[in-house]
Structure formats: C-alpha cells, structure tokens
C-alpha cells in the first residue's frame, strides 16, 4: 500500500478508460478495501483521502473533526472564536498538505527569458510559510496571539499523519 495507489482515487483517474483484460487494475473499491482493512481512525482515514485524493468533502469533515478535538478541550475563557479556530486548522493543512510553492509551482526556480534564479518564495519548491504569510491569510495583524494553537493542530495533524501512513504499511 502506497501514496501512489491512494492517488489511483483521483477523480482523473477514475475517467480513464479502463484497461481490458489486465489482471492488475486498481480499482476505487480495491483500496476502499485495502483502507478498510487498516483500521483506520475517521480522522486517519480522512486525512489519507484528503491528502491523496484532494477531495474537498475530505477536507472539510477531516477539519470539522480537528475542530471538535479543539473546542471541547478548550478552556472556556480563553475560548477562540470558532471561525478563528477553522482558519487555522485549514491553513495548518494546507502547511501539512500542500506545501508546493504557487510562485514556481514547486521547481525551486523562477525562470525569466535570460534569467534563472532560486525561487524567494520556497526552499526546492516547499513552499515557506513566513509569519508574515500566516497572518495574510488569516486576515490577523499579528499571529503571536495564534503561535502555540497553530504549533499544537499542526502538531496534532503531523501524528496523525504518522500513524494513518504506519497502518497502511507506508
Ligand atoms: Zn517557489
């Protein structure tokens, strides 16, 4: 069990015609089963399907339940406000997901007609999330107020991550 054949659950995937007679086609079904068989926690198996296959409804059950971790353990009076909370799981996500650099799509390089320069924006494609990015897409003026929760939920989505990959044998 691989990345790759998590990845066979892409729906561009799914359209391609199926090949005749070949004895070893994955199917959707196929590694629904194989993933079954993992014993895999809801969370875990989001996680997989959201990482792997970019599906939103994934993403936004994987968050919901990252969220309800959060609220319940949260104390009362230094509750953040749960939209709050939402942002920073989903760009804690995106920081654990899909890391590829928009500037150079993932290259590393930024290539002009007579130039080719290390891309500012990311180190070998990564893209860097600077706290200045962080609290631009967050709408925040500052992100210090949201350091230790973010560290924590990225934290906790890293764990995941680990184990969810440790079951299907990864
Ligand atoms: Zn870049």
Redesign the pocket.
């Known amino acids: 069990m691989n990345k790759e054949l998590l990845s066979m659950l892409l729906p561009k995937t799914q359209s391609l015609e199926k090949t005749t007679g070949s004895n070893d086609a994955i199917t959707v079904e196929d590694i629904n089963l194989i993933l079954s068989y993992a014993n895999l926690s809801r969370e875990e198996y989001n996680f997989l399907l959201m990482k792997f296959v970019s599906a939103d409804t994934y993403k936004s059950n994987f968050v919901s339940e990252i969220a309800l971790r959060f609220y319940d353990i949260e104390d009362k009076k230094e509750l953040l406000d749960f939209d709050m909370l939402n942002k920073l799981i989903n760009l804690a996500v995106v920081e654990c997901c899909e890391p590829k650099?928009?500037?150079?799509?993932?290259?590393?390089?930024?290539i002009t007609l007579d130039n080719v320069s290390?891309?500012?924006?990311?180190?070998d494609?990564?893209?860097t999330f600077t706290e200045q990015v962080r609290c631009y897409l967050l709408s925040v003026k500052s992100f210090i107020k949201y350091k230790s929760k973010f560290e924590q939920i990225k934290q906790l989505i890293q764990d995941i991550e680990i184990s969810a990959l440790n079951k299907i044998g990864e």
Do not use: A, E, L, N
């Not at 650099?101 to 930024?110: D, P, Q």
């Open positions: 650099c928009v500037f150079c799509k993932g290259t590393g390089s930024i290390d891309c500012p924006h990311c180190i494609g990564v893209f």
